[in-house]
T-cell receptor
Framework: GEDVEQSLFLSVREGDSSVINCTYT??????LYWYKQEPGAGLQLLTY?????DMKQDQRLTVLLNKKDKHLSLRIADTQTGDSAIYFC?????????????FGRGTSLIVHP | DTEVTQTPKHLVMGMTNKKSLKCEQH?????MYWYKQKAKKPPELMFV???????INESVPSRFSPECPNSSLLNLHLHALQPEDSALYLC??????????????FGQGTRLTVV
């Protein structure tokens, strides 16, 4: 998790937008991912973006990438209580000819009514 | 079918026991992974299999022994574990590891408690 940094907590009111931020260190072309983990469950791939893109939108989710600053964000519009979970930013790190998903520490999103 | 299935969901074992965790996928993926996740921490890579061969071992203690019997199955054999090995063990798969676009699909995990 040292290569990918995230803030640990975010609390929002239901209906508001949530913005979860991430910084990464690998400067080569890469794919960047957002995963969601609900309590006691595995990781669900939400969306991904290639490093030559600035933005990707998928329904309520918007991913913004600032390649110069190595900064990635996930915006969730109209946040619902069901969005409460831990959100992990991940990037593929080259390792001996393989590309391995490597995760940030995760941001706990708490949505309150 | 985009599922990765892990069994069992929960496992309690003593330090002298031998047990196995199982993982299965039918997406035709040729890369499979074991990750270990402690509470409030990110998943940490343990092993990677590529085309049924072990390609990465992240200096995991020998009390964890992975096995890939075929391209759909991945096992993790456990022997003489310690209480600090208690964690959520996650299996994942992806098309292959040689692609920059390595979308990994995860199972629900096995919650392991060592007593």
């Amino acid at each position: 998790g040292e290569d990918v940094e995230q803030s640990l907590f975010l609390s929002v009111r239901e209906g508001d937008s949530s913005v979860i931020n991430c910084t990464y260190t690998d400067s080569s072309s890469t794919y960047l991912y957002w995963y969601k983990q609900e309590p006691g469950a595995g990781l669900q791939l939400l969306t991904y973006i290639f490093s030559n893109m600035d933005m990707k939108q998928d329904q309520r989710l918007t991913v913004l990438l600032n390649k110069k600053d190595k900064h990635l964000s996930l915006r969730i519009a109209d946040t619902q209580t069901g969005d409460s979970a831990i959100y992990f930013c991940a990037e593929t790190i080259p390792s001996g000819g393989s590309y391995i998903p490597t995760f940030g520490r995760g941001t706990s999103l708490i949505v309150h009514p | 079918d985009t599922e990765v299935t892990q069994t069992p969901k929960h496992l309690v074992m003593g330090m002298t026991n031998k047990k196995s965790l199982k993982c299965e996928q039918h997406m035709g993926h040729r890369a499979m992974y074991w990750y270990k996740q402690k509470a409030k921490k990110p998943p940490e890579l343990m092993f990677v299999y590529s085309y049924e061969k072990l390609s990465i071992n992240e200096s995991v203690p020998s009390r964890f022994s992975p096995e890939c019997p075929n391209s759909s199955l991945l096992n993790l054999h456990l022997h003489a574990l310690q209480p600090e090995d208690s964690a959520l063990y996650l299996c994942a798969s992806s098309q292959e590891t040689g692609r920059l676009n390595t979308e990994a699909f995860f199972g629900q995990g096995t919650r392991l408690t060592v007593v």
